[in-house]
């Protein structure tokens, strides 16, 4: 699993009170990692602003930062940690809705959102933890999901098992 390390590289944190996602906290705090391709994106009904904590503690808004809440369906490639027999699992994230107003690009201060773009048939390295519907997040949260989700790239399907 060391040359994965090698494939991505792990963001450093921009916002006041972000934690540090190493991959060595990354793999303490999973349940499940996988190598795993998306193969169904379902946008539900709720859509608002990000709530995020300040370094105090407090419920903080991203005003100008809208999210609508996904359900992606995952087809497992190969299982690194957790149940060795998941061939399939349902990632429940957030996405980026558009600003309001159209506003400015998104900054890294910004919440780090996820999507999945089925056309790409791209793979990724999840670190995820189980939540009690069954459901899978990532392990850095709804509101900084990259840092837990990373492209692994064509090259693994050199490698894929036979599941």
Known sequence: MCFLLGVFGLEAPARVG??????????????????????????LNEQGNIPWL????QVQTFSNVMRKEVETTFSVLTV????QTTN???????????????GPVYTDSDPHLVAFDLKEKKSYLLFLRRQND????????????????????????LFRSNR
């Not at 972000?18 to 946008?43: E, F, Q, S």
């Not at 690194?80 to 149940?83: A, D, F, M, V």
């Open 18 to 43: 972000m934690t540090d996602w190493t991959y060595d906290l990354l793999k303490a705090k999973a349940t499940l990692i996988v190598i795993a391709t998306p193969t169904k994106v379902t946008v």
């Open 54 to 57: 300040d370094e105090s503690g």
């Open 80 to 83: 690194l940690k957790g149940e």
């Open 88 to 102: 399939t699992f349902v990632l429940h994230s957030f996405e980026y809705a558009p600003r309001p107003g159209g």
């Open 134 to 157: 069954g459901r899978y997040i990532p392990v850095s949260g709804h509101y900084d999901a990259s840092f837990a989700i990373k492209e692994v790239g064509e090259s693994f399907w």
